[in-house]
Nanobody, 124 residues
Framework: QVQLVESGGGLVQAGGSLRLSCAASGLTFSTTAMGWFRQAAGKAREFVAAISWTGRGTRYADSVKGRFTISRDNAKNTVYLQMNSLKPEDTAVYYC?????????????????WGQGTQVTVSS
């Protein structure tokens, strides 16, 4: 079965950096678009970034553009989210997701599979 396993979350001070990883198994990773979403306490889950199956196409939420970078390594079946200049408002559970039907969508309902999430906490 499909498994997405996130890692790399933790506690960091404002202005710091973290790199999240998401290891995928049970699917043809090299032809699957991937995305990152996040959910802060008491709020709805929101789009963060997405990447096409080739890695040549990416898109970002306005709130993270210029600070976060999504990338992938198809040889390792892994997608990454490099997060720089972190802010307290970036505090959330971060989820990776796999989309086997559309290029690299912002829309949560387009994604077929989800990881369990990893907590990112940014202190001020």
């Amino acid at each position: 079965q499909v498994q997405l396993v996130e890692s790399g979350g933790g506690l960091v001070q404002a202005g710091g950096s973290l790199r999240l990883s998401c290891a995928a198994s049970g699917l043809t990773f090299s032809t699957t678009a991937m995305g990152w979403f996040r959910q802060a306490a008491g709020k709805a889950r929101e789009f963060v970034a997405a990447i096409s199956w080739t890695g040549r196409g990416t898109r970002y939420a306005d709130s993270v553009k210029g600070r976060f970078t999504i990338s992938r390594d198809n040889a390792k079946n892994t997608v990454y989210l490099q997060m720089n200049s972190l802010k307290p408002e970036d505090t959330a559970v971060y989820y990776c997701a796999a989309d086997q039907r559309t290029p690299f969508s912002r829309v949560e309902s387009r994604y077929d599979y989800w990881g369990q999430g990893t907590q990112v906490t940014v202190s001020s």
